[in-house]
């Protein structure tokens, strides 16, 4: 296999260069290696805060028991689950009190889709707004032309 300027097949700079990573990773990587073998090359758990809820509550505990009983059940009106309706289960289930928008990756991790509820007013006349939009929308569409 041909190298481009000069570099050895298997050196820190082409397996850099070959991988789209710094020479310093794969020097820590030669390391790892050398130290503690292919098992030192694992990937290691993520730093950071460990989960509020713990791994059965969110993935066996929250979706079936709960969610599943709908939205109602919790004393909300309609049958939609919004990230806020969420976190106030789970608030209330487990004590547990999370952002909005980590409310959404928990249930993007479980599979469920985040919905939003239809905002309309119960006193809405579908007849006029059918009529505006085949009627006055094409005229004012016209006008703009």
Do not use: C
């Not at 397996?15 to 050398?34: D, F, H, I, P, T």
């Not at 713990?54 to 109602?72: A, D, N, Y």
């Not at 939009?133 to 004012?140: A, D, F, L, N, S």
């Amino acid at each position: 296999m041909p190298t481009s300027s000069n570099k050895k097949v298997g050196s820190k700079p082409l397996v850099a260069e070959a991988l789209g990573v710094s020479e310093g990773a794969v020097s820590q990587w030669m390391n790892k290696a050398r130290e503690g073998g292919k098992e030192a090359l694992k990937t290691s758990p993520r730093p950071g805060r460990p989960p509020k809820l713990s791994e059965k509550q969110r993935t066996e505990e929250l979706p079936p028991p709960l969610l599943e009983e709908g939205p109602e059940r919790f004393g909300f009106r309609g049958e939609v689950w919004t990230r806020k309706r969420v976190r106030k289960v789970i608030k209330e289930e487990f004590g547990v009190e999370y952002d909005v928008s980590q409310v959404g990756r928990i249930l993007d991790q479980i599979g469920w889709s985040r919905q939003k509820p239809d905002h309309r007013s119960n006193r809405r006349d579908e007849q006029a707004i059918k009529e505006w939009k085949e009627e006055e929308w094409p005229r004012i569409k016209k006008s703009r032309d």
